[in-house]
């Protein structure tokens, strides 16, 4: 079986700019492009959709200062980990 990488980069997208419109802008102006609020709100999408757990430190304290850093990074740790869940469970994994 085969990670299922354009859906789950499309859900990361999708609560990306779903939390965007959910969220007032901030006064400063300035906040990191994906905050620790939005990683959440992400993580727990990618979740629910591999059925995996993804650790505390897939989140960095503050979010990511880049959408792009956001994605590729919780795409790297959910892919390692649904590998992992996909071998305990005895699955031919690529």
Do not use: H, Y
């Amino acid at each position: 079986m085969q990670f299922p990488e354009a859906i789950v980069e499309t859900a990361i997208r999708d609560e990306i700019v779903a939390a965007a419109n959910d969220r007032p802008p901030t006064k400063s102006g300035w906040r990191p492009e994906v905050d620790s609020q939005v990683v959440i709100r992400v993580v727990l999408r990618v979740e629910a959709e591999l059925g995996i757990e993804l650790p505390e430190d897939t989140m960095p304290p503050g979010g990511f200062d880049d959408v792009e850093d956001c994605v590729q990074g919780i795409l790297a740790q959910s892919r390692l980990l649904w590998r992992e869940k996909q071998q305990q469970e005895g699955e031919t994994v690529s």
